[in-house]
Each structure stands twice: as structure tokens, then as C-alpha cells.
């Protein structure tokens, strides 16, 4: 699966879009971009993921480039419960080996 | 529809012990992921289990080892805890067969002394 670099931490205001983003200059075609986010002590949750085309889902939009090496989550009204650790993620989709790769994650803080 | 449960919540052992963790999937989901969390880092794939045989596995040694059952439900195996065994063990379940997303249980956190 192809790497992904996010920034260690974020900053949003409370009610402000909060948009985190993502590289992942080395995703082969076949590879989805997947996002999900881990409140303290609990386990990760899923919030979206996309191929090629933008995706907007009940809880955040996915903005994915042209070129497909980078991406943005964007939570559009950012609340206190939003702050988390917020994983990118590119596998392949389906099929065996359905791993998921995590780094480090950006920890993003609302503030009010 | 009922998310996926990890037990116990919270375990302590001494080292050279050995730990079985249970996971029960959610409904209709055929395929259960191990994945080990370590204070300030990202969860590790540890393996996939589907159809109650192994179906890919990270860098884990063999003292790592699971089960599935027919049931979906699953078990995390740790013989001869090492200190560095020590972390949040994180199971999720999704179907294989459909592109569809891991839905992570609340995690074991697992300490050993």
C-alpha cells in the first residue's frame, strides 16, 4: 500500500470547516483513499473514502486531485466532539489482504 | 444491527504469560482484523482472518495467533507476553467480499508487568 504524509497536528475553530490534508504521491490506480478518525482510547472510525471522483457522505467531504496525489478531508462545520486523530489511508480495495496501513496520524484540536 | 464487541476491556499480566482476547464481529460481517496500537502511534495490522483460516498477516512473531469461529467471532492469541506487548488490541469486521469499510470494535487494553 502506498505511503500517505499528513501534518502532525491541526487547529480549527469550533462552527469553521476544518480541511485536513493528505499525500499520497506514490497510489497506484488501483488504490482508495480512506479516512478514518480515533477519538482518545476508543476505536477508529470510519468516515469516508473515494477512487477518483470527490465523495461527500453525512459526515465529511473527500476532495481528491486530478492527479490523485493528495486529498483533503473537509469536515464542514467542525464541532468540540470532532477533535480527534485523523488517519489517511490508500489500500486496494476489496479483495484479500483488505489491510489497513496506519501512520501517525493528524491530531486535530477544535477549539471553541 | 450490533457493532463489534472486544472483551474484556482492560487486562493485566505479568511477562512469559500467555493472553486470549475475544471479538465478536458485526452482524453479517465474514471477515475479523487484528490490529495492535501502541501508545502514540497508529494501529498495526497483525492478521485477517476469514472463513476461520488466516487470510494475510502483518510483521507479528508466531507467538501472535487467532481463530475464527463459525460464528465470525474471532480470538487474538499472545503466548510469552513480552513488556512490549503492551497496548490497545483493536479488532474490526467487514465482509470481503464487498468493497466495504472495517468497523473497529472499543479495543482491549492489554498491560504487561
Known amino acids: 500500500d502506498a505511503k500517505t504524509t499528513q501534518p502532525t497536528s491541526m487547529d480549527c475553530a469550533e462552527g469553521r470547516a476544518a480541511n485536513l490534508p493528505c499525500n499520497h504521491s506514490?497510489?497506484?490506480?488501483?488504490?482508495?483513499v480512506y479516512w478514518y478518525r480515533q477519538i482518545h482510547s476508543q476505536g477508529p472510525q470510519y468516515i469516508i473514502h473515494?477512487?477518483?471522483n470527490n465523495e461527500t457522505n453525512e459526515m465529511a467531504s473527500l476532495i481528491i486531485t486530478e492527479d490523485r496525489k493528495s486529498s483533503t478531508l473537509i469536515l464542514p462545520h467542525a464541532t468540540l466532539r470532532d477533535t480527534a486523530v485523523y488517519y489517511c489511508i490508500v489500500r486496494v480495495g476489496g479483495g484479500s489482504n483488505y489491510k489497513l496501513t496506519f501512520g501517525k496520524g493528524t491530531l486535530l484540536t477544535v477549539n471553541p | 444491527e450490533t457493532g463489534v464487541t472486544q472483551s474484556p476491556t482492560h487486562l493485566i499480566k505479568t511477562r512469559g504469560q500467555q493472553v486470549t482476547l475475544r471479538c465478536s464481529s458485526q452482524s453479517g460481517h465474514n471477515t475479523v482484523s487484528w490490529y495492535q496500537q501502541a501508545l502514540g502511534q497508529g494501529p498495526q495490522f497483525i492478521f485477517q482472518?476469514?472463513?476461520?483460516?488466516?487470510?494475510g498477516r502483518g510483521n507479528f512473531p508466531p507467538r501472535f495467533s487467532g481463530l475464527q469461529f463459525p460464528n465470525y467471532s474471532s480470538e487474538l492469541n499472545v503466548n510469552a507476553l513480552e513488556l512490549d506487548d503492551s497496548a490497545l488490541y483493536l479488532c474490526?469486521?467487514?465482509?470481503?467480499?464487498?468493497?466495504?469499510?472495517?468497523?473497529f470494535g472499543p479495543g482491549t487494553r492489554l498491560t504487561v508487568l
Open positions: 473515494g477512487l477518483k
Open positions: 474490526a469486521s467487514s465482509r470481503l467480499d464487498t468493497d466495504n469499510e472495517q468497523f
Open positions: 482472518y476469514y472463513r476461520e483460516e488466516e487470510n
Open positions: 506514490t497510489i497506484s490506480g488501483n488504490e482508495y
